[in-house]
Nanobody, 124 residues
Framework: QVQLRESGGGLGQAGGSLRLPCAAS????????MGWVRQAPGKERRFAAV????????IYADSVKGRFAISRDNAKNAVYLQMSSLKPADTAVYYC?????????????????WGQGTQVTVSS
């Protein structure tokens, strides 16, 4: 089993930046595709970004493309989401997620492991 823990959430301002780290324990992430999924109030979880197990491939939802950047450090068993040019529409709970199936997920339900989530609130 792998345990994922997000941090770095909080209050941001429109146009500003936030960085979300995710630390893993219990299993190495070096063979997992890692991603971020977010859930806005009253809405279902939506895919935001994913990075392949070696970090050579990244995919973003259209809503965050060009503003968010996902990265990973397999030596630290960690993954990060750098969020820039924040918008109030980015307000959501952000979940770190992992998939060990050799696929690179592009939808929320394709991930098999989840963290507890961290709240990000963007004010206008």
């Amino acid at each position: 089993q792998v345990q994922l823990r997000e941090s770095g959430g909080g209050l941001g301002q429109a146009g500003g930046s936030l960085r979300l780290p995710c630390a893993a324990s219990g299993r190495t992430l070096s063979s997992a595709a890692m991603g971020w999924v977010r859930q806005a109030p009253g809405k279902e979880r939506r895919f935001a970004a994913v990075i392949s197990w070696r970090g050579g491939s990244t995919i973003y939802a259209d809503s965050v493309k060009g503003r968010f950047a996902i990265s990973r450090d397999n030596a630290k068993n960690a993954v990060y989401l750098q969020m820039s040019s924040l918008k109030p529409a980015d307000t959501a709970v952000y979940y770190c997620a992992a998939s060990f199936t050799r696929l690179v997920p592009t939808t929320a339900h394709e991930f098999g492991y989840w963290g507890q989530g961290t709240q990000v609130t963007v004010s206008s």
